[in-house]
């Protein structure tokens, strides 16, 4: 099963920032994100033997519930993507992410070795854009984190949740 820990928008948060990207778009080609799939990735698992979920449907993490600021878009070069996120990471994000961190490396889990970097991918595949037009405003309460199977198609990848995970 190919796995990953993640955040995700309520749709009217989803739906102002695919909006925001196919604006974008028009400059940077690319592969805009389809809005039922935008997410931010606390932790990608990737290919988890099925034997293991029971151990990840049973995490604990410690985070409050908070809100995730979107309020910076940028574009990777290196990665080829444009993304948007908060310009400064949320103190109880930190905090969640450490959690998580402990968890999996405690049950020895695969995690990248890079710095988390709190980011929304928004295009794939994309030239530098000529233009990064102003950020909707939008609302993204932070109340929970999710445990989300990724299946991979021709038509890109499809998502399910596995689990929710409550904050306090």
Same mark, same amino acid.
């Given at each position: 099963m190919r796995l990953?820990?993640?955040?995700?928008?309520p749709r009217d948060a989803a739906e102002a920032l695919h909006a925001w990207a196919s604006e974008v778009h028009r400059s940077s080609g690319g592969r805009v994100t389809?809005?039922?799939?935008?997410?931010?990735?606390?932790?990608?698992?990737?290919?988890?033997?099925e034997k293991r979920l029971p151990l990840l449907q049973q995490v604990t993490l410690s985070g409050k519930?908070? *809100?995730?600021?979107?309020?910076?878009?940028?574009?990777?070069?290196?990665n080829q993507i444009?993304?948007?996120?908060?310009?400064?990471?949320?103190r109880e994000m930190r905090r969640? !992410?450490?959690?998580? *961190?402990?968890?999996?490396?405690?049950?020895?889990?695969?995690?990248e070795k890079r710095e988390f970097a709190a980011h929304i991918t928004l295009i794939?595949?994309?030239? !530098?854009?000529?233009?990064?037009p102003e950020?909707?405003?939008?609302?993204?309460?932070?109340?929970? !984190? !999710?445990?989300v199977r990724s299946r991979l198609s021709a038509k890109g990848s499809n998502y399910e949740v596995v689990q929710r995970y409550p904050l306090d």
């Open positions: 990953f820990f993640a955040l995700w928008p389809r809005p039922e799939t935008i997410h931010l990735t606390l932790a990608f698992l990737g290919e988890i033997e519930r908070h *809100s995730l600021p979107v309020d910076a878009a940028r574009y990777w070069k290196h444009v993304w948007v996120g908060p310009r400064e990471m949320p969640l !992410v450490v959690s998580l *961190s402990g968890f999996l490396e405690k049950n020895e889990f695969r995690q794939r595949k994309a030239r !530098v854009p000529n233009l990064i950020l909707p405003k939008v609302a993204w309460p932070v109340d929970e !984190v !999710v445990l």
